[in-house]
């Protein structure tokens, strides 16, 4: 018997057999909002660029979205302003008034790449505590769901083609989700 497995981008949820699946579309709305949120900078040293970066992702944040990131810390947001700085194209998006998900999906891999790069325990946190609300997994099925998608890229990248192409997860994503879920002994009916 197939599924009815349907994504929107735009309301980042996933509805399979007319249920809503918080999980799929929080991956999605994370990497979204975490491109766009941070922390504060007390005390580390950066330069003018840096700080400029700094600042530029903080006021994104402010724009009344809770900040899934802010529990970052000032090595990690300056670690992730010194990769922006290196690439002018995203430093000119992050810069600018583009929001994320204008922003090309290179880019948008390039910057949630350097999040996790510079700042994966806390995101892993972060996405942990938002899968396991809601849900029945326990906090280790949570933690390990959020490191297994933080570590295979190929899965990020894929997510954030899907968002930015307003377009269906193909079955390479579902089967690549599917596997990580059995391999977090986390089931569909787990997810909420």
Known sequence: MGHDVR?????????????????????????????????DDDGVEATAEEQEVVQALRDKSSGG????????????????AKGIVKDDALMDAVLSDIEFEEMTVDQQVEAFGMFVDCAGDTLADVMAQGMAEGSTMSDDQANCLAKGILNDREMMIDFLEVGANDAEPGADLLGSFMGLLGDCDVSLGDLG
């Open 7 to 39: 994504f929107s981008p735009r309301s980042h949820t996933i509805c399979k057999n007319g249920r809503v699946n918080k999980t799929l579309g929080i991956i999605i709305a994370l990497a979204v909002l975490t491109v766009a949120s941070c922390g």
């Open 65 to 80: 979205s809770d900040s899934p990131v802010e529990d970052m810390n000032d090595e990690e947001m300056t670690c992730i």
